[in-house]
């Protein structure tokens, strides 16, 4: 899986735009760009993914760029409930099993009132 | 629809001891990842298993073994735990199917080991 690189912490005003960048320089066609949180003492939760085209749910946007070396995960009006750890990932999207995901430390996000 | 569980929440054990830790997974899912994270540190992954079987290991020593059983629940056993052992078991559950195979986590035991 590639390697990614991600700010360890950001801050954001609360009912700002929070804009979470990650590069993934040597990502590969076939591999995905997913992005996890983690709120303090709990499991990660899965937000988003995409594979070249921005995507968008109720919770986030994700902007991959055409090159596709970089990303950005968009929570549009950050809440303090948005505190966590945010991890961006690139995997293969596998057709069953080996579904191993590779965290790195991520971006500590603090909404602040 | 229940999500993943865990249990213990906490547990504390001294060196040298064995521990189960156990996960019930998503209702539907049939894939069980375990994951380790250590203070400060983003979760690593142990294994899988997918249908009772071992499909994918980490980097991590055999004192570490799982099982999965028919009704797709899971345990994680450490034998002869050791001080770095110490952290977040968390356990995440998939459908395994090409589509929708985005992994849910449980949220995680808490192991110390004194």
């Known amino acids: 899986d590639a390697k990614t690189t991600q700010p360890p912490s950001m801050d954001c005003a609360e009912g700002r735009a929070a804009n979470l960048p990650c590069n993934h320089s040597t990502i590969s066609g076939n591999e995905y760009v997913y992005w996890y949180r983690q709120i303090h003492s709990q499991g990660p939760q899965y937000i988003i993914h995409g594979l070249k085209n921005n995507e968008t749910n109720e919770m986030a946007s994700l902007i991959i760029t055409e090159d596709r070396k970089s990303s950005t995960l968009i929570l549009p009006h950050a809440t303090l409930r948005d505190t966590a750890v945010y991890y961006c990932?690139?995997?293969?999207?596998?057709?069953?099993?080996?579904?191993?995901?590779?965290f790195g430390t991520g971006t500590r996000l603090t909404i602040i009132p | 629809e229940t999500g993943v569980t865990q249990s213990p929440t906490h547990l504390i054990k001294t060196r040298g001891q064995q521990v189960t830790l156990r996960c019930s997974s998503q209702?539907?899912?049939?894939?069980v990842s375990w994951y380790q994270q250590a203070l400060g540190q983003g979760p690593q992954f142990i294994f899988q298993y997918y249908r009772e079987e071992e499909n994918g290991r980490g980097n991590f020593p055999p004192r570490f073994s799982g099982l999965q059983f028919p009704n797709y629940s899971s345990e994680l056993n450490v034998n002869a735990l050791e001080l770095d052992d110490s952290a977040l078991y968390l356990c995440?559950?998939?459908?395994?199917?090409?589509?929708?195979?985005?992994?849910?986590f449980g949220p995680g035991t808490r192991l110390t080991v004194l």
């Open positions: 990932i690139v995997r293969v999207r596998s057709n069953f099993g080996n579904e191993k995901l590779t």
């Open positions: 209702s539907g899912h049939n894939t």
């Open positions: 995440a559950s998939s459908t395994g199917l090409a589509f929708y195979n985005e992994q849910f």
